[in-house]
């Protein structure tokens, strides 16, 4: 089947928190990281079906999940996953705070990665941890891993996790394998427990490939709780869907009874039926959905390089979610995205909600039709080119 990313699906008055956040009737959102895209006709039939059931009682996970989750995990990245090894969650955000809660008392220190993903921060500040940041170095227009500093911080015997973001966002990376094996052998060095958030790895580009950090060897594997979900790769965030897989038995005990106390283990039958038929049965719309989104990156760094040439353009590896360098505006991001919102009823996620060294950039959603992404660019464009002068 050939789907038509092109077709603009009215979002408003869905109560999508992307396009109803703010009260502009013509808004242009290209932030929150949720897809335009409907979800292929497979998924779609599959709920379609579901809901005429006309029941929607509690549900049990049957053994189609784990065999959805397990296969697909085994064709697309060769991460053969054992079924016990499997514990579905409402998603990967609160089962990240769930591991953290159980794995760390006040006071501990959990390392992340700044600049990333936002709820890294509170997901550890919540539960009494302090953040320790190995941050990225941003050299010639790329980010990569300062390995010296990261030995540093994970050799403090507060550090007791380390948050990987793989593929990385917002810096759109896809880590190497030999990035992923040096990480990995410092932390089995301190005793520091990887947590892998890995929801973006079925969106990477030609060129790299994803590695989950669990298939390097067996020790990684023993030392790794990876998070994967359907949701960022079929559209399906709404469902409220993730799988978190843990090898090592008595770590995988934990975090199952850190899911049965915090009351997120339960998932709902929309959400078992959606994430099968999307494993079963998306693989051709996730491809047809890669090219377009690809081609939509084509045509931003394009329209960037002849409109806007003093913006860079970080390379997008991997996701959909293309970070762009401001500095030579001279302007807060946090205030720019005021203007852009005010001016322009456009909307971006700032760069200061990153973390540090984040505050000259803004974030890109570009998993829309390319018509939204014009308008979008357009209306940047506009606003860049009337900045007062300081």
């Not at 060769?78 to 008392?105: C, D, K, M, N």
């Not at 990480?183 to 005793?191: F, M, Q, R, T």
């Not at 005990?253 to 915090?262: E, I, M, R, S, Y």
């Amino acid at each position: 089947m050939i789907y038509n990313f092109d077709k603009i699906i009215d979002r408003r008055g869905t109560d999508s928190v992307k396009w109803n956040q703010q009260d502009y009737a013509d808004l242009i959102p290209l932030w929150v990281a949720d897809m335009d895209f409907p979800a292929s006709k497979e998924i779609i039939d599959a709920l379609t079906t579901r809901v005429q059931h006309g029941i929607y009682g509690y549900a049990k996970v049957p053994n189609a999940f784990y065999e959805a989750v397990s296969d697909w995990s085994n064709r697309k990245h060769g991460f053969h996953l054992q079924r016990e090894w499997i514990l579905p969650v409402l998603g990967v955000v609160p089962a990240l705070s769930a591991i953290v809660a159980a794995l760390t008392e006040t006071g501990d220190k959990v390392l992340i990665q700044e600049p990333v993903y936002h709820c890294f921060f509170s997901s550890i500040e919540r539960n009494g941890c302090e953040v320790v940041s190995n941050d990225l170095l941003y050299k010639d227009g790329q980010y990569v891993i300062d390995f010296v500093d990261f030995e540093t911080k994970a050799s403090d015997p507060k550090v007791k996790l380390f948050i990987l973001c793989s593929p990385h966002n917002p810096a759109g990376r896809v880590w190497t394998k030999a990035e992923l094996e040096r990480l990995g052998e410092i932390c089995l060095k301190h005793n520091v427990l990887v947590i892998s958030d890995e929801i973006h790895c079925d969106l990477v580009f030609e060129g790299h490939q994803h590695i989950p950090f669990g298939t390097i060897n067996q020790a990684f594997l023993a030392n790794t709780i990876t998070c994967i979900a359907p949701s960022k790769t079929f559209n399906l965030a709404g469902l409220q869907v993730a799988a978190v897989i843990v090898a090592d038995p008595i770590l995988n005990k934990k975090v199952q009874d850190a899911f049965l106390v915090n009351e997120i283990a339960s998932i709902s039958p929309f959400a078992i039926t959606g994430l099968i038929a999307a494993y079963q049965q998306g693989e051709d719309w996730l491809q047809q959905a890669l090219a377009y989104i690809y081609n939509n990156y084509i045509y931003l760094k394009s329209y960037m390089a002849e409109h806007l040439p003093a913006l860079k353009i970080i390379p997008l590896e991997g996701t959909y979610l293309v970070w762009v360098d401001c500095t030579a505006l001279n302007i807060s991001s946090r205030k720019l995205g005021q203007i852009l919102l005010k001016e322009a009823h456009l909307q971006v996620n700032v760069g200061a909600m990153y973390g540090k060294g984040s505050d000259s950039f803004i974030r890109l959603n570009i998993a829309c039709s390319r018509s939204i992404l014009q308008e979008g660019l357009a209306r940047l464009k506009q606003v860049l080119l009337n900045l007062p002068k300081e």
